[in-house]
Structure formats: C-alpha cells, structure tokens
C-alpha cells in the first residue's frame, strides 16, 4: 500500500471564505505539503439553495491569495476527476443503489427538515432532533403504485444500535451512537439530491484521500460516515478535527462577528502574509505579528503545536492583530 497522504480541501460555495474557513484550510494544506503529499480541492456544491453562482471563483481566488496550491481541482483537471460535486451525481446514485440492494435503505415520507438541510454539512443548530424511525417498515408491503403515499421518497439508511468508535489524531477516541443521538439518516433527499453525508465518503474514497481535516462542528457527522463506509465497503481516512474560530458571544463565526472575510481585508490593503502570519498564530505556529508565507510555515508545521481550545476572534480583534 502506497504511505502517499492524499488530503483535500472541500469547501462548500456558500459564502466567502472568511479567517475561521482559511484557517482550517491553511491547517489541511501544511499537514498535507509537509509530507509531500498529494491535495485535492472539492467543491461541495450539493445544496442548490444554498450555493451563490459566483462563490466557487471567489473561493479559489481567495485560497490562492492565500498561498494555497493544490494537485487536482476544477481549475487544474486531475485524475480522479470532475472536482465539483454537482457533477458527479450518478456516482452517488450508484451507492444508493448499492446500499438499497444491500436492504440497508428504506424510503421516507415525512416532511422533516433534516430531509430539506440534508444536502449541506450539519453544522451545530442545524442537525435536527433524532429520527424517531417512523417510516421504517412502512413501505414493506404497500402494492407499487400506492408504495409512497404519493409522494416521492427520501432515502434513509438503518443504523445500528451501536457505539460507533474512531481514533481521531487530535482529540483521541472519540464514541458515539448514531442510532441514539441522530437516528437513521437521509442519503437521499425527497427531489434525488445526494446527502452531504453520503457523498463525502464516496467522494473521499473514489478520489483516494486518506486524510480529512475539517472543524470539529463536524465531529459528530463522522460516525454517520464511518457506516456508510463499512456499509459500502470503503476504506476509513485518518480524521483530524481542528478547534473553530469563534466569535466572542461563543458561536461559530459568523456575519454578526463584524466582516471577516478574506475579501475585506484584502480590499482594506492587508498583505496575504499578514493574515497567513495571524493564522499561523493561531495555530501555535508563528508569533504575534509576524508575516509568512504557506511556504515558509513548513518546516515548522507540527500539529503537536495546535492548540485545543477554540481560537476568539472578531473583526476589531483581528484587525488589532494584523
Ligand atoms: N463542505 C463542508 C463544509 O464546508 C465540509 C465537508 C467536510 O470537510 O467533510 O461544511
């Protein structure tokens, strides 16, 4: 088996990427270009609500303001392509297959907004309460046409009743039911829309990434996504979930936090090495003020360095730092 550490980046286009999204992203790319490895940019384009048409430009426009690079993307083709995830649909559709021939799959009327939301990460406030399974062995003996109620169906997979175990590199063993705290979830919407859920795996396995940095608001999708892989037989990537960047209220960052993106400080004048020298800060990895580039942070990058509390951070408070 080949030691190549292949990581990605898989932003959503939802919005700009502000210094709680770069930094992460900063974090992915070190830990990836300090071992020679090999990185993927994903965009993660499923819930059409939510995406703005011009926000996959204004990405990577950002990242490589940034310094970022990457090895296989939208922008630069690669083998393991298309990189955009709307365009990649009957790759999901060949999983649902799969896992519905398996009978792991049952199909759902209900009209919860976990089946609406399921197309995005969860990110915290937006996992709705446990489903309580009603739907499960409905539909057994219905005669075809009357199957469904009328309606068309969601697509929920059964969970075991079970601790779902994993080790993750900064936070240790980390154990959670699925079937108590998030029930058997969506993999499908109502309107065939693939589930974030079910696409990161069969993305992340088809494009052979073995190593998922992401914020730790997304820590508990993983044991949902650890049984799709064993139900679909794909391997497990080393996980690593990075503290967020919070505001001082103690939320996510976020628009009430004063304007953080990437974007306004750019326009304000601010060089692309002063906020990678305050990202790095944050990381354990630069002093206060200093300038860097992506580059030059690598011969320091450890993640033995990384602090484990989240970082504080507003508009005022960056700006005082930069
Ligand atoms: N696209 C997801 C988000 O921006 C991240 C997914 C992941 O890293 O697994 O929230």
Redesign the pocket.
């Given at each position: 088996m080949s030691s190549l550490v292949v990581g990605r980046l898989?932003?959503?286009p939802t919005g700009a990427l502000h210094l709680g999204n770069a930094r992460t992203f900063l974090l992915a790319w070190l830990s990836v270009r300090s071992r020679a490895g090999r990185l993927i940019l994903r965009i993660?384009d499923l819930d059409g609500p939510r995406v703005k048409p011009e926000a996959t430009r204004t990405l990577i426009h950002d990242l490589r303001w940034l310094g970022l690079d990457w090895d296989d993307g939208p922008d630069v083709g690669g083998p393991n392509g298309p990189y955009v995830q709307t365009e990649r649909t009957e790759r999901y559709q060949r999983a649902v297959e799969q896992l519905n021939a398996a009978g792991q799959l049952y199909p759902c009327v209900c009209s919860r907004t976990d089946i609406q939301n399921a197309a995005s990460?969860p990110?915290p406030g937006e996992d709705g309460p446990r489903y309580p399974g009603t739907c499960q062995g409905r539909f057994e003996d219905g005669a075809a046409a009357t199957r469904f109620a009328g309606r068309e169906p969601a697509w929920r997979v059964r969970v075991p009743a079970e601790e779902i175990t994993f080790c993750d590199e900064l936070l240790g063993n980390v154990s959670m039911d699925v079937s108590r705290l998030a029930g058997d979830f969506v993999v499908q919407k109502n309107n065939g829309t693939p589930a974030y859920q079910l696409a990161?795996v069969v993305d992340d396995a088809a494009m052979g990434v073995n190593e998922?940095v992401?914020g730790d608001d997304?820590l508990s999708s993983t044991p949902r996504q650890i049984v799709l892989q064993r139900y679909l037989e794909l391997p497990r990537p080393a996980y690593y979930h990075v503290p967020l960047v919070i505001g001082p209220d103690g939320l996510r960052l976020a628009k009430r936090h004063g304007d953080t993106r990437l974007s306004a400080f750019r326009d304000a004048g601010i060089e692309a090495h002063r906020v990678v020298g305050l990202l790095a800060h944050w990381c354990g990895l630069a002093a206060p003020g200093e300038s860097l580039t992506p580059q030059q942070l690598l011969p320091r990058f450890d993640w033995r360095r990384l602090p484990l509390s989240p970082v504080v951070c507003d508009r005022q408070r960056a700006l005082e730092q930069l």
């Open positions: 898989a932003p959503s993660e990460a990110h990161v998922v992401r997304l």
